[in-house]
């Protein structure tokens, strides 16, 4: 029988009604890191989710303001901007604080998601297999622990939509402790899950493992297929692929591998989704050798590299063997291609160029 903890935390039925997005972003001006493809990015997002952009707000601050984020003046503009254009969620591009979050709410009488928020939610949606969605509802209910105060009046408002599925839903009532409990539950199934990975890693190392890494939508699942002559689920949006994915591939007569496709990375991932797919990630460790998969096809793929290259590193995997992959070159011409990594493989998932390449570096490596 279903627990008490485990009834109230059963999601309400999605509202018909689409999500129509106010969006807001603060833009701090740093030189090294300019706000327009990772609001590209935060967009991108939210349309993923479902989501409708009704607009997009952009403020020029040398800092955040500690009461509002966005300060007093411009959330009362936001809130005339939300009734002018119908927008019925505030989007928040940039880190906000409980604090911010409670005072921005009594200004702006809309529910405010957070970019944490946007990405478990679109988790949510794609989460498929037990093991996903036990993932996906810790990440959850960690970032909700860490932000209760002042959430209050925005779940009271919630009714469905984007930001909204899964454990986001639940009753207001539901505490501090029955948060702990149910946490402390889903923690202990995840215990099992990786204790029944170690099992199956156990039984499988006569193979070598590749391990696919690289920014999400950086075509990982398409190029397994290419690879290991696969049919795993492939679609053209962030986060498609969830759960692990385990395919052998020939390297030559009589040599084999084993190729693990993987979640997707992404700037700044939140550290509730790290530390709930740990048993995911675990795959990673153990992988002879990494194929960081990189998006030849997005002009913004350095950025892109370095955030995947900054999340190997919180994971202790810089140091893994590593072949860098530069996917999609069928979509760029020969000037994109000459600005590539030199030591990158370049190949198509699509059309197969690059891939016996490939597999002949991987049959030197392994």
Same mark, same amino acid.
């Given at each position: 029988?279903?627990?008490?903890?485990?009834?109230?935390?059963?999601?309400?039925?999605?509202?018909?009604?689409?999500?129509?997005?106010?969006?807001?972003?603060?833009? =701090?001006?740093?030189?090294?890191?300019?706000?327009?493809?990772?609001?590209?990015?935060?967009?991108?997002?939210?349309?993923?989710?479902?989501?409708?952009?009704?607009?997009?707000?952009?403020?020029?601050?040398?800092? &955040?303001?500690?009461?509002?984020?966005?300060?007093?003046?411009?959330?009362?503009?936001? +809130?005339?901007?939300?009734?002018?254009?119908?927008?019925?969620?505030?989007?928040?591009?940039?880190?906000?604080?409980?604090?911010?979050?409670?005072?921005?709410?009594?200004?702006?009488?809309?529910?405010?998601?957070?970019?944490?928020?946007?990405?478990?939610?679109?988790?949510?949606?794609?989460?498929?297999?037990?093991?996903?969605?036990?993932?996906?509802?810790?990440?959850?209910?960690?970032?909700?622990?860490?932000?209760?105060?002042?959430?209050?009046?925005?779940?009271?408002?919630?009714?469905?939509?984007?930001?909204?599925?899964?454990?986001?839903?639940?009753?207001?009532?539901?505490?501090?402790?029955?948060?702990?409990?149910?946490?402390?539950?889903?923690?202990?199934?995840?215990?099992? &899950?990786?204790?029944?990975?170690?099992?199956?890693?156990?039984?499988?190392?006569?193979?070598?493992?590749?391990?696919?890494?690289?920014?999400?939508?950086?075509?990982?699942?398409?190029?397994?297929?290419?690879?290991?002559?696969?049919?795993?689920?492939?679609?053209?949006?962030?986060?498609?692929?969830?759960?692990?994915? =385990?395919?052998?591939?020939?390297?030559?007569?009589?040599?084999?591998?084993?190729?693990?496709?993987?979640?997707?990375?992404?700037?700044?991932?939140?550290?509730?989704?790290?530390?709930?797919?740990?048993?995911?990630?675990?795959?990673?460790?153990?992988?002879?050798?990494? =194929?960081?998969?990189?998006?030849?096809?997005?002009?913004?793929?350095?950025?892109?590299?370095?955030?995947?290259?900054?999340?190997?590193?919180?994971?202790?995997?810089?140091?893994?063997?590593?072949?860098?992959?530069?996917?999609?070159?069928?979509?760029?011409?020969? +000037?994109?291609?000459?600005?590539?990594?030199?030591?990158?493989?370049?190949?198509?998932?699509?059309?197969?160029?690059?891939?016996?390449?490939?597999?002949? =570096?991987?049959?030197?490596?392994?």
């Amino acid at each position: 029988m279903a627990t008490q903890a485990q009834r109230e935390l059963r999601p309400f039925s999605t509202s018909p009604t689409p999500t129509r997005a106010l969006v807001v972003a603060v833009d =701090l001006d740093l030189p090294d890191r300019p706000l327009a493809p990772e609001l590209e990015e935060f967009i991108a997002l939210i349309e993923a989710a479902g989501a409708q952009v009704a607009d997009v707000v952009v403020q020029h601050r040398a800092a &955040v303001d500690p009461g509002t984020l966005v300060g007093a003046g411009k959330a009362h503009e936001l +809130a005339e901007i939300a009734e002018r254009t119908g927008a019925n969620a505030l989007f928040v591009f940039n880190e906000i604080r409980p604090r911010q979050r409670a005072n921005l709410e009594k200004i702006v009488p809309l529910p405010i998601i957070d970019r944490t928020m946007l990405i478990l939610d679109i988790f949510a949606q794609h989460a498929r297999s037990r093991e996903g969605k036990l993932q996906v509802e810790l990440a959850q209910l960690r970032h909700r622990a860490a932000n209760l105060a002042g959430l209050g009046a925005t779940l009271s408002r919630l009714g469905g939509g984007v930001g909204t599925r899964g454990p986001g839903e639940t009753k207001l009532e539901v505490d501090r402790r029955r948060i702990r409990m149910r946490i402390s539950a889903l923690e202990r199934d995840l215990e099992h &899950v990786r204790r029944h990975r170690r099992t199956q890693r156990s039984g499988r190392k006569a193979l070598p493992v590749v391990a696919l890494v690289g920014y999400t939508n950086a075509g990982k699942s398409s190029l397994l297929n290419r690879l290991a002559h696969a049919e795993s689920f492939v679609a053209d949006q962030p986060f498609a692929t969830l759960d692990t994915t =385990l395919r052998k591939m020939y390297l030559a007569p009589g040599r084999a591998t084993l190729v693990a496709d993987t979640v997707g990375f992404i700037t700044d991932l939140p550290k509730e989704l790290v530390a709930a797919f740990r048993a995911t990630l675990e795959e990673l460790s153990e992988a002879d050798v990494l =194929l960081h998969v990189i998006d030849a096809s997005n002009p913004d793929w350095p950025r892109q590299e370095n955030s995947v290259r900054q999340i190997l590193a919180d994971l202790e995997l810089d140091r893994k063997p590593m072949i860098r992959v530069a996917n999609k070159v069928d979509r760029i011409d020969a +000037a994109a291609r000459a600005l590539l990594p030199a030591d990158a493989v370049p190949v198509s998932a699509l059309t197969g160029e690059g891939i016996e390449r490939l597999r002949a =570096l991987l049959a030197e490596r392994l």
